[in-house]
């Protein structure tokens, strides 16, 4: 077969892009990555002499679709605003091809069949002559797709071309969607921050830097566990030890611990019959010079690997509830023994009255 020069030019100029794509890709951080996929997606359209090149995103449910990043040749028309967060349904005739792994090939207008000639139109609208869109996946699994659009005429590709720009576009599929778990996981964070700082609960978290082996005794783990360091507190918990978190950070639990070292023993020995999985305790803690107090305590451990790396807790000081309780109880038999005196007084009357006749 007689390859024409132009075409091996060009596939050998994606060979190349996609090496550099690769390399980019892989070593962006989080931050940049914006700028990066840009900056791929302006080198595959000029590889592809197109005048846009732009990325499309499903949603987790697949049930709506952006436009996450897109390059125009100078004087073409930016969509990209247009397409954020739309449904999949503004789109019949491209997102059920796409879905389903098929890629859409228009080099002309005129090759879409009678049924197409709304969207044709639509296209021709839009100054667009021909048009390339390729599903682009993730672990098996179609999440947007790679397109190209040309406005100066009659486009040109072959199968190997389609075939290196699947990858180009499965490699940027891979970065946005690290990038957008990342921002997830960024923002689901800040809510919990925001919790944890905003919560009356004392709230906490002990790290050990090496990990405890769970195959150690009991008494083993405990003693090691005590040199775990706070590494995360909130204002709560800080005002429990009369401190700041700031001035708490970094010191270990055996510093802070209130609690007898019997009575944490006792507490990680109860963690592990629970299999480690959060518990709730509710313990009283006596410190000289003040008034006992009644703690509701969470605890939890995490594992990782065979080694506890991380302790979360929680409490909050119960102790006026627990007044209220034994108040109230106390009350309550107050009312059983009052009511109990006004029964044997009316069933003594009732029985003087029989005896009197009265």
Same mark, same amino acid.
């Given at each position: ?18 090496a550099l794509v690769t390399t980019e890709l *892989? ?16 080198? *595959? ?24 990043? $897109? ?6 028309? @930016? ?22 792994? &098929? ?14 000639? /709304? ?13 390339? /869109?390729?599903?682009?996946? *993730?672990? #098996? ?5 790679? #397109?190209?659009?040309?406005?100066? #005429? ?24 690290? $990038? ?11 809510r919990l921050r925001s919790f944890i700082a ?15 082996? @769970? ?5 083993? $783990?405990?003693?090691?566990?005590? @040199? ?8 709560? !918990? ?24 019997? &009575? ?28 006992? &107090? ?37 009350? $309550?038999?107050?009312? /059983?023994?009052?009511? &109990?005196?006004?029964?044997?007084? !009316? ?12």
């Amino acid at each position: 077969m007689v390859v024409d020069r132009d075409e091996l030019s060009q596939r050998v100029a994606f060979e190349r892009l996609m090496a550099l794509v690769t390399t980019e890709l *892989v070593s962006t951080p989080t931050e940049r990555l914006d700028a990066t996929v840009e900056s791929a997606l302006a080198r *595959v359209a000029s590889v592809m002499a197109a005048d846009r090149a732009y990325v499309f995103i499903f949603s987790e449910d697949g049930a709506r679709i952006t436009c996450t990043h $897109q390059w125009c040749s100078p004087g073409t028309t @930016t969509g990209r605003l247009e397409v954020q967060d739309l449904p999949v349904e503004r789109f019949p005739w491209a997102v059920p091809a796409i879905k389903r792994g &098929r890629s859409l090939e228009l080099r002309e207008l005129a090759d879409l069949p009678p049924e197409s000639a /709304a969207v044709a139109e639509r296209l021709r609208a839009l100054g667009i002559k021909s048009l390339l /869109a390729l599903p682009i996946s *993730v672990a #098996g699994r179609v999440v947007g797709s790679i #397109g190209l659009d040309w406005y100066t #005429g009659p486009a040109w590709w072959d199968d190997d071309s389609v075939a290196l720009m699947r990858v180009i576009g499965d490699l940027v599929a891979g970065s946005v969607t690290r $990038q957008r778990a990342e921002r997830e996981l960024r923002a689901s964070e800040a809510r919990l921050r925001s919790f944890i700082a905003n919560t009356t609960d004392a709230v906490w978290c002990y790290e050990h830097a090496e990990g405890v082996p @769970t195959t150690l005794t009991i008494d083993e $783990q405990f003693e090691m566990l005590l @040199t775990a360091r706070l590494v995360e507190c909130n204002d709560a !918990y800080a005002r429990s030890h009369d401190s700041t978190r700031e001035a708490l950070l970094g010191r270990t639990m055996s510093e802070l611990s209130r609690a007898s070292r019997e &009575r944490l023993r006792r507490l990680l020995a109860e963690l592990h019959a629970a299999g480690g999985e959060g518990r709730d305790f509710e313990v009283e803690l006596v410190v000289p010079g003040q008034e006992p &107090r009644v703690l509701s305590i969470y605890l939890r451990l995490l594992e990782e690997s065979g080694r506890i790396t991380r302790v979360w807790g929680s409490f909050r000081d119960i102790t006026a509830a627990r007044a209220v309780e034994r108040e109230r109880a106390s009350l $309550q038999l107050q009312l /059983a023994d009052v009511r &109990r005196r006004l029964a044997d007084a !009316y069933s003594t009357r009732t029985v003087t009255a029989k005896r009197t006749g009265s």
